[in-house]
Structure formats: C-alpha cells, structure tokens
C-alpha cells in the first residue's frame, strides 16, 4: 500500500516556531481526509501498531529552549512525515511528558556552595563532593547525599545540573505544536485517543525513563517505582515504534528499562519493539578536555543502540516502509 500524502494544513518548514494548536482546522481536515482515503478507525486493525514519542516538547525540540537537543527540530520533521505518511498502519499515538518544577534535585535551584551560588548547568554533582561540603542541598540533606550516592552506585549517570526546563505551567512544558497537531489530526482520522505519560514530577529523583526513576528509594521511603500500567499499555500493541529525545538520556533509559523487564518478564515481548533511528538526537558532549566518560554523551548513546540490537530490538529509519 503506498504511502499517505501529509494534509494541506501541515507546514514542515514552521516545525521550529511555536503558535496556539489549531484542533477546530485539524479535525475538520482529519474528518475530511479519513472519508478521502478511506481510513478505517483503529478499532478495525488487526495488527495494532503504537508510535510512542519521548519527550517530544518545546523545552527539547524548539530552538532557543533551555535544553534544546540540536537535531531535534529535523528529528521531528522525519517523524511527523512518518507518521502521516503511515497513518493508516498507526493504531495509537502514546506520548511522554517530561514534567518538573523549580526545586528538584537536577536543578541549580537545589544546591548551593560554600559562597551561597548555585551550581552551573551540566555542572557533575559527586557523592564525595556532597559528603565533603562542596556543594550543600537546600533542603533533605540526608536524603539528598543518600541520592547521589545510589545513582552513582548504578554506573548509569552521575548527577547532573540541568537548565529547569520542561517546567509545568510554562511554555516550554507541551508538545512541539506542529507534533500536538499531528496527534489531533490521528486521533481525529483514527477515532483513538492520544495517550500522555506524565513523569519527573518527584523533587528527589530524576526520571529519565518514562518507566522508572532513577532512584527509587531513599531515607526508608519510596520515591518511585517500575511503572507496570504504561508498560503493559505499550505491550499490548503488536508493535511499539519509539522516537524522540534525548537519544542519550531519556530515550536510552527508557529503552534500558523496556528491555531489562521484557528479560525479565517475557523476553519474546523485545521483538515488538522498533527504534525509529533517524528520529532522535543525543546531547551534545560538553567542551571538557579531556572529556570523562560518563558526559560523552553521543557515545554512549551508539553504543547502547548496538546493545539494543544485539537483545533483538529492531532499529529502522522513517524511510522504511512500516511492514506487518
């Protein structure tokens, strides 16, 4: 079956620029375009497909943004072409909400130095630097020193000081606007309600995944845990294409968490789900020379890429045609 034209309304050159959502336009034109193209509700598939973006938000995706990935407005170029030229084949839109507020533990806010001055961001925060004075929690002393030493302990991450970004209630919190409109427009043609995950709103822990926090547990109390009923949404789709950003952080936690407890729990479950590739950038690497390890960023990312591969995960472009 060929590929689907993108509707009238849609502007890929306006995918970096930010403007109010136009649903009345869009879901008239959804309407529209289901009738032309004979496009059945989701209901009817047989196969059930998922494309599920992570992260996919102004404070990531638009220039200017604190945490602006670059690459990220072509990433989400490719991946609005996808998913209308495939909006057929695509049972469900599922996306990730990053969601913080001023004082969490990865923002400036948080710390301070023997001077009273807030850290810097991407600035490393090291258990030893904690213990020793250098830089002092503003509030959950203990709790927080206990923090950085279990993240520290997981060989992932060390704590790192972000720009506040993706903050609730500002600008840079919703979706890319030209992405919201694409999710409007499928809920629209495919009568399926678009699926939001909220996460990250816990002050003392970071959530990269959109399926479990860093940190779980700290001071005998629980911070978060494995989040069962996304990733069982997710599974009962035939096939979960994932894109989005940061491919070397949020995108990468996620699919580390999505592997480990597909291992753990139903390791024929890993077939299900398809990397889009081309639709995901990392965080560039800081310029420290030499550079540590654990800030190459973009390294780590291919590799992990590799290692998803290698437990069976399929890593596609969004030129592939999308097959079942």
Not at 64 to 75: H, Q, R, T, Y
Not at 118 to 144: C, Q
Not at 217 to 225: A, F, N, W
Not at 274 to 287: F, G, K, Q, R, T
Request: hydrophobic share 40%.
């Amino acid at each position: 079956m060929p590929n689907l034209p993108v509707p009238d309304f849609y502007e890929p050159r306006k995918v970096g620029e930010l403007y109010l959502e136009r649903a009345a336009r869009v879901a008239d034109a959804a309407e529209a375009y289901a009738k032309q193209h004979r496009i059945a509700p989701a209901t009817n598939d047989k196969f059930k497909v998922c494309a599920f973006g992570i992260d996919m938000q102004v404070g990531f995706c638009t220039p200017g943004a604190s945490l602006f990935v670059p690459g990220a407005v072509e990433d989400t170029q490719r991946a609005l072409g996808w998913i209308y030229s495939n909006l057929d084949k695509l049972s469900g839109l599922a996306f990730s909400m990053d969601t913080h507020r001023m004082f969490q533990i990865f923002h400036p806010a948080w710390w301070i130095d023997a001077q009273g001055n807030h850290p810097a961001p991407l600035t490393p925060i090291f258990h030893e630097e904690v213990r020793a004075g250098k830089w002092t929690p503003i509030a959950h002393p203990r709790e927080s020193l206990e923090y950085v030493k279990k993240l520290e302990s997981t060989g992932k991450y060390v704590l790192t000081v972000w720009p506040y970004h993706t903050l609730l209630g500002g600008l840079s919190h919703p979706l890319v606007p030209a992405l919201f409109e694409a999710a409007l427009f499928h809920a629209a043609a495919r009568k399926h309600q678009t699926h939001f995950e909220t996460k990250g709103t816990q002050a003392m822990t970071e959530n990269y995944s959109v399926l479990s926090p860093e940190v779980t547990e700290l001071g005998g109390q629980v911070v978060g845990s494995f989040n069962t009923s996304f990733f069982k949404m997710l599974m009962d789709y035939d096939r979960v294409y994932v894109f989005g950003e940061a491919k070397s952080h949020c995108v990468l936690s996620t699919l580390q968490d999505l592997r480990d407890h597909i291992q753990k729990t139903d390791p024929g479950l890993v077939d299900k789900v398809w990397i889009l590739e081309d639709a995901m950038s990392s965080v560039p690497a800081p310029p420290i020379d030499p550079l540590p390890a654990h800030l190459d960023f973009p390294r780590i990312a291919e590799k992990a890429i590799e290692d998803f591969k290698r437990a069976g995960m399929h890593v596609v472009k969004t030129t592939d045609p999308v097959q079942f």
